[in-house]
């Protein structure tokens, strides 16, 4: 839904305001960036979202089990302009990178990279990731990273408000003792 021309110049002084402090921060959450710029796009605002997404593209290359998550907020803006099937190179590359990982960071990318192939499209996929990461949950011999990566998947689905497998939720109630 675009903006109302009244907040428009608002909208626009702001986040190029917020813009300004993060290129002089040494911190930057580049997935909340490509957030806010799918959501400017969405909203009409497509300068907005190129400037906010060409801010942080230098930050892309963060270790993979971050990354996923990046991923899946590109796989976001990428469909809303209509060009999802373009990412399949950069998600086969990320997945490969996120299984070269230990054993204890899969959960945290393979959900996300599940996500991501989802939104652009390939639900088979997404499925095998996702399904991939609760595995490597289950089978972890620490017992807080089993826990973390089982909270992980969790929360991926219910910030992406994908429906949970039951092979999947299967494995997370086995992780929890089975209660």
């Known amino acids: ?3 109302s021309p009244v907040l428009q110049p608002e909208a626009a002084t702001l986040t190029r305001a917020a813009l300004e402090v993060l290129r002089d921060s040494n911190v930057t ?10 959501r400017l796009y969405l909203a ?5 979202a190129k400037e906010a997404f060409t801010a942080v593209e230098k930050h892309l290359g963060a270790p993979p089990d971050e990354v996923s998550r990046l991923h899946y907020q590109m796989a976001c ?6 060009q999802g099937s373009t990412l399949s190179l950069l998600l ?3 997945e490969k990178d996120a299984r070269a990982l230990e054993q204890m960071y899969h959960p945290f990318a393979l959900a996300w990279l599940g996500a991501a192939w989802e939104k652009v499209g390939d639900k088979a996929k997404s499925e095998a990731l996702t399904f991939a990461a609760a595995q490597s949950a289950k089978t972890n011999v620490n017992p807080r990273m089993r826990d973390l990566g089982a909270f992980e998947i969790s929360l991926c689905h ?4 994908r429906p949970m497998s ?3 939720a299967k494995l997370l ?3 929890d003792g089975g209660n």
């Open 77 to 82: 803006l990428w469909q809303a302009r209509g």
């Open 1 to 3: 839904m675009p903006l």
């Open 29 to 38: 959450h580049a997935e909340l960036v490509v957030e806010a710029a799918t």
């Open 44 to 48: 009409g605002e497509q300068e907005l």
């Open 92 to 94: 086969e590359r990320s």
């Open 173 to 175: 109630h086995e992780i």
């Open 158 to 161: 219910a910030a992406t408000a």
């Open 166 to 168: 039951p092979n999947v």
